[in-house]
């Protein structure tokens, strides 16, 4: 298919009650955001890099729960001009844009997430725990490529639960899934779950929402993208674990804290 006949940057407008759910919820679903077309054009090039970046060859029992829960491949756009297409998608960015209610923002960094078949759960846990910056305006596309159900481990989230900041100290683990359900339960915040998803829906989630996603117990690979937006005006925060002080030489390019984040791997989106 010729490149110029997939264009995925015209607006996409959200309307001002789903702007407000998200806001208040810290996640939303969003239908259709993509259509079949755009999203298997997407979905071959994306299918191909991962293929072809991806360094675990681990078999599932031998790795531990993170390492079961899913393929992670990161910054597939600096690899690959048909996904850089797509994560620098200015439709994307703009819905980013509008549910953040901030004039533009910049890319933290993109991930394609498959989860095999009999992959394990992805425990509960907080997205920006793993991020050295200093702000709360940060929000992560979730776009699953082909369609899926329950079966194949759709994400749940805890309404409400970005307004806490930073709540537990916990990388994704055992621990992380056992200490937040707790969380959630003696908070009593409702969780919110999908039963299905079509190719080229996306859910949307603040960087502090907690949520999970069970294994894949079917017999197909959950394979989903994702990107990860900042406001742009964004500051490095000083490391504040192992992982963020990875993010910050990874996606920072070892940027000094205080600094505003604006680097070659950061551009601006929207």
Same mark, same amino acid.
């Given at each position: 298919?010729?490149? !110029?006949?997939?264009?995925? =940057? ?12 998200? @806001? ?11 259509? !079949? ?13 991962? /293929? ?5 060859? @681990? ?20 690899? =690959?001009?048909?996904? $850089? ?6 439709? &994307? ?5 509008? &549910? &953040?209610?901030?004039?533009?923002? @910049? ?7 498959? $989860? ?7 425990p509960w846990h907080q997205d920006q725990y793993y991020w050295p ?25 805890? /309404? ?8 537990? %100290?916990?990388?994704? /683990? %055992? $621990?992380?899934?056992?200490?937040? =359900? ?10 919110? !779950? ?23 117990? /079917?017999?197909?690979? @959950? ?8 406001? =742009? ?14 993010? &910050? !030489? ?21």
């Amino acid at each position: 298919m010729n490149t !110029k006949t997939i264009q995925i =940057d015209e607006p996409m407008e959200i309307p001002a009650s789903e702007i407000k759910a998200f @806001r208040e919820n810290g996640h939303t679903l969003i239908r259709s955001v993509l259509n !079949k077309a755009e999203v298997n054009y997407y979905r071959e090039a994306i299918v191909k890099a991962v /293929s072809v970046y991806n360094t675990e060859k @681990r078999k599932m029992e031998d790795r531990d729960t993170y390492g079961k829960a899913f393929l992670q491949i990161m910054n597939l756009w600096c690899v =690959d001009d048909i996904v $850089k297409e797509f994560v620098f998608s200015r439709r &994307l960015a703009g819905i980013a844009t509008n &549910l &953040l209610g901030v004039k533009n923002v @910049r890319l933290y960094h993109d991930q394609a997430l498959f $989860k095999e078949p009999g992959g394990g759960p992805t425990p509960w846990h907080q997205d920006q725990y793993y991020w050295p910056l200093d702000t709360s305006n940060c929000v992560t596309m979730w776009m699953p490529l082909v369609d899926i159900n329950q079966e194949m481990g759709i994400m749940a989230f805890a /309404s409400g639960s970005h307004t806490g900041g930073s709540v537990l %100290d916990y990388e994704i /683990s %055992d $621990k992380s899934e056992m200490e937040f =359900d707790h969380y959630i339960h003696e908070k009593k915040m409702s969780v919110q !779950k999908t039963t299905s998803m079509n190719a080229g829906d996306a859910t949307f989630h603040y960087g502090f929402t907690i949520h999970n996603a069970p294994g894949n117990k /079917s017999d197909k690979m @959950r394979e989903v993208m994702t990107i990860i937006y900042m406001s =742009d005006g964004a500051k490095v925060a000083a490391p504040k674990n192992v992982y963020q002080e990875n993010d &910050l !030489k990874s996606w920072l390019q070892n940027a000094p804290v205080g600094h505003r984040v604006s680097s070659s791997l950061n551009p601006l989106l929207g």
